[in-house]
């Protein structure tokens, strides 16, 4: 089986690179199976969740027949109950959402000893916590050095995540950074997102050739297509 990771696609927010989701059939036709790794959709906030059931509806039909899997992200907190994937011994999934416990998002994240275990209230903001978003979003330099400090850090917050086993790769997306890292032996990989600004990466993992490789991601006039090969794994 053939597997394709993708992450922070932000089908319904004006500065995805996303217009339509048919854009993204000739990046997804050639799988056997799709995962899309948090932030797909926005559903945000209350009224976002008829427009996201629309884009969500309209992409799914572009999936087909393929088994697709919906991981949980900040954007996206309703689209699913599962919030990490073990692809199998050596490959976990996560959004990484859950690295970032200080984030200003729309539900509570509770992170137990077991990665299996994280659990997530799917509610809206709270007019609390509507306040800190707006004055987080609306203060550039808060935000900015924000994002700097996440990006830096990031990878080493991946390698906390290690608490089952021993896994060889780790992958996340969220932060909208692209890049692979490598710490004693595990590899971290986060698929950047499509939205303005920032380049998405795709990985392929195949299970008959035990192998997994990143590409990058080139928008043509037909849509999205895999691009470069970035690295090639085994394991």
Known sequence: MRTLIL???????PATRVRAAEQLYPLTKDFDQVIL??????Q???KEKAPGAKHLAEFLE???????????GNHDPFISKEHTKELNEAILITHG??????????????????????????????NGSRVKYF??????PNKLMYAINLWRKHHKHVSNLNYPQAYKFIITGHVHKA?????HGQISINTGSFMALSRPLAVIVDDEQRSLEVHSIT????????GRLVEAYTY
């Open 179 to 183: 890049g692979i890292n490598e710490d």
């Open 135 to 140: 004055v987080f979003n609306t203060m550039p």
């Open 7 to 13: 992450s922070d696609i932000h089908l319904g927010h």
């Open 97 to 126: 959402d859950i690295l970032c416990p200080d984030l200003l998002s729309n539900h509570d994240l509770v992170m137990d000893k077991r990665i299996g275990q994280i659990k997530r209230s799917q509610t809206d903001l709270s």
């Open 62 to 72: 572009v999936l087909g027949k393929k088994q697709v899997n919906f991981l949980c």
């Open 37 to 42: 790794n948090g932030d797909s959709v926005e």
């Open 219 to 226: 928008l043509r006039k037909d849509g999205f297509h895999l």
């Open 44 to 46: 945000r906030f209350a």
